[in-house]
């Protein structure tokens, strides 16, 4: 995939992707150095070490906090229902979305459990995106603006982003920037979404092949292939992910249409998602493979497929007790134990 100047309202994203933070070594020679003199045997804890590990990378402190962990789920609208790719009306989007507002949702009970905040972001639901299948999803104007408004989300403040979505139609969406990114065939990458019968497929995957050859020319450039094939809610969450990425703020991914926004960025630079963990592996067929291409292990594999950033949110509490068992957990010193080797 290239990046090329253009002079025209990408050049902003493609400027801040051009220089974006490392990990710090030095906060994590200070995260081995305490890890070693903790009452346990080296390497006990397996993925749990190496999960609060990578957020001291990430935050660029020691030690390792989750203080404000925040869940963003992102809500827009899809011209491409029409062309029959959904089982549900595209007005739940909106109906969900008050649900959400309401503490109803699925989400709203794991943030409870773990004591996440919740923020959801409506993404102009009034106006849909138009029909990937005959023109392109948004302008550059449009989704370089949605980019922007997706990096405000971490503006209030804080030091875990999980990343989820609500869109009826999104999983179509999602599979077509991912035909459009990687090529294959679009049965590669489409899959039930909410609930769509065979034939339902059938529809997605017409619908996903006739997107893509619409816009063939204009998919080398990955912001291109956001804006003609993706949705608001994708647009804005790269943004998020983005923007984390410059303010040191590590991001859980959620699930498949979470992971197509965030593949955007990694085909503009393949280390874009270094400060992204992959929080669960979805049901969604496709979700799997194209975690694959992206190098992420998925945190939790539980067959999940509801997006609303549930999967990321339960992560999120995994990650939490990973970052409190490093801090809290008394030393040898410290608890009179006897170190090997004593």
């Known amino acids: 995939m290239t990046i090329a ?21 030095e906060a994590v020679a200070q ?16 993925k749990l070490e190496s999960m609060a590990e990578w957020v001291v990378a990430w935050q660029g ?26 089982a549900y009306p595209a007005e739940v989007t909106k109906q969900m979305v008050l649900n959400f507002q309401g503490g109803g949702a699925a ?29 392109a999803a948004m302008d550059e104007a449009d989704c370089a603006a949605t980019m922007a408004y997706g990096m405000e989300a971490i503006a209030g403040g804080c030091d875990l982003l999980c990343i989820g979505e609500m869109g009826i139609g999104n999983t179509t969406i999602a599979a077509a ?13 489409v899959g039930p979404g909410t609930g769509v019968d065979a034939e339902g ?40 992910i983005l923007a984390a990425r410059t303010q040191r703020v590590p991001v859980l991914i959620d699930g498949y249409v979470a992971t197509a926004a965030a593949a955007v960025l990694h085909a503009m630079r393949p280390d874009a998602l270094d400060h992204c963990l992959a929080a ?24 999940m497929r509801l997006g609303e950033a549930s999967g990321a949110a339960l992560a999120a ?20 134990v006897s170190d090997k080797g004593e």
């Open 5 to 25: 100047a253009t002079g025209l309202p990408f050049d902003d994203i493609r400027k801040l992707m051009q220089d974006l933070p490392a990990a710090d070594l």
């Open 31 to 46: 995260f081995k150095a305490r890890d070693a003199q903790l009452t346990k045997p080296p390497g006990a804890l397996g």
């Open 61 to 86: 402190n020691y030690p390792p906090k989750i203080a404000l962990p925040m869940v963003a789920v992102f809500a827009g609208n899809h011209g491409v229902v029409a062309q029959g790719v959904a």
């Open 107 to 135: 989400v709203n009970q794991v943030c409870k459990t773990f004591d996440l905040g919740l923020k959801v972001f409506e993404l102009a639901l009034e106006k849909p995106t138009k029909d990937i299948t005959q023109e």
């Open 177 to 189: 920037i991912c035909h459009g990114l990687y090529g294959g065939k679009p049965e590669d990458w």
């Open 201 to 240: 497929l059938k529809r997605k995957a017409s619908a996903v092949a006739r997107a893509v050859a619409l816009h063939k020319a204009h998919l080398s450039d990955p912001l291109e292939v956001l804006r003609r094939l993706g949705g608001r809610e994708l647009a804005a969450m790269a943004g998020a």
């Open 280 to 303: 669960h592996c979805s049901a969604e067929p496709a979700h799997r493979n194209l975690l694959k291409r992206l190098g992420k292990e998925p945190m939790l594999d539980l067959g």
């Open 317 to 336: 509490g995994l990650l939490k007790a990973a970052v409190n068992l490093h801090n809290d957990m008394a030393t040898f010193a410290s608890a009179g």
